[in-house]
Structure formats: structure tokens, C-alpha cells
């Protein structure tokens, strides 16, 4: 049953970009860069340090949801927005920091929390414009995305804090998503 729910996270993971990418080609979404950018970074790291602590079935959340975003960002350099505005360039350093701390410690599980640490710095940015531009983004795509989380986390078949806290953070930063464009919406149908 566990790997059948790594395999259903895996799906929805990768399913999710789908409808994100036909409206980035439908120029509905716009991407920030650095999100994405910091997302595909973090995603390799995550996968390694989760093979290194012993994951197996639950690696397929990790798998699936960095090929997914490495294709969204590859998308964002093009169609997206951001990237050079003050607050990319201090997320960008401050995962740059998070990298450099996780290289010195060289401990799977330190890697893990620090990824999780500066992938909520890549969340923020996308939760900040998400609620500022919510029609710049696409609500199903963090709908699939913190859903498979929660496939993620039951593919892990025990309580194991460290195996279970990416899958978790994932719903919750992508509800987080959900949430904040919603409120946008909310807030500009209040205005007119």
C-alpha cells in the first residue's frame, strides 16, 4: 500500500505542472523565477539526502515534484516574472547561505531541514505574488501539488520525523499557495 501511495504522489506531483504550463502558454501564469529556480535546486538536494536517510517508497514525491518544477522554471526564464527585484536577490542569498550551511554539516538529515528552510524562502516569494497577481498564478497546480504531499507522507508508512517532514512541508507550503490566491482574488473582487 505504500508504494502505491509513492506512486500516486509521484503522479500528482508531475500532473500538476500541466495545467500550469498550458497557462503559461496561454500567458495567464507568470512564474516567479526565483521560486522556481530555488524549487529545482532544492528538489535534487531533497531527493539525495532522503535516499541518504534510507527513503524509498516516499522518493517518488521528491522525483516526480523536481522534474516537474525543473520544467516550470526552465518556462520561467522566458515567461516568468521576478528574478531580480530586492527580494529575489535576498531570498537568493539566503538560500545561497542555506546551501553553504547544509555542505558544511554534511548530514542528510541537517540537509533536509535546511532545504525545507529555504525552500519556504522560495514559497514566500510565490505567496507574496500569489495574493498580490493571484491571476498570475494556477490554483490547481498547488491544489495537486500539496495533495500529493499528503500521499508523500503516507507512502512513508511510519512515524519518522525526518521522512515524513518534506512531505508535510509540501502540503503545507502549497496550501499556503492556495490559500494566499484566494485571498488576492477575494481581496480584488472586495475592490471593485
Known sequence: MMQLF?????????????????????????????SWFIWTVLGVISFASQFAKGATDSLWLTAGQTLAVAIVFILAIKYGTGGLEKRDKI????????????????????????????????????????????????????????????FGALAVGNFNFILLAYPLYIVLANYSIVAAILLGRNKKIAIH
Do not use: C, H, N
Open 91 to 150: 531570498a537568493l542569498i539566503i538560500a545561497i547561505f542555506g546551501l553553504m550551511l547544509w555542505y558544511f554539516t554534511q548530514e542528510a538529515a541537517y540537509a533536509l531541514l535546511l532545504v525545507i528552510f529555504i525552500d519556504s524562502v522560495g514559497s514566500l516569494l510565490t505567496i507574496i505574488k500569489s495574493y498580490q497577481a493571484p491571476e498570475t498564478e494556477t490554483v490547481s497546480t498547488f491544489v495537486l501539488s500539496g495533495t500529493s504531499g499528503i
Open 6 to 34: 509513492g506512486y500516486i504522489s509521484a503522479i500528482l506531483s508531475i500532473i500538476m505542472v500541466v495545467p500550469y504550463i498550458r497557462d503559461i502558454f496561454l500567458l495567464k501564469t507568470k512564474p516567479e523565477r526565483a
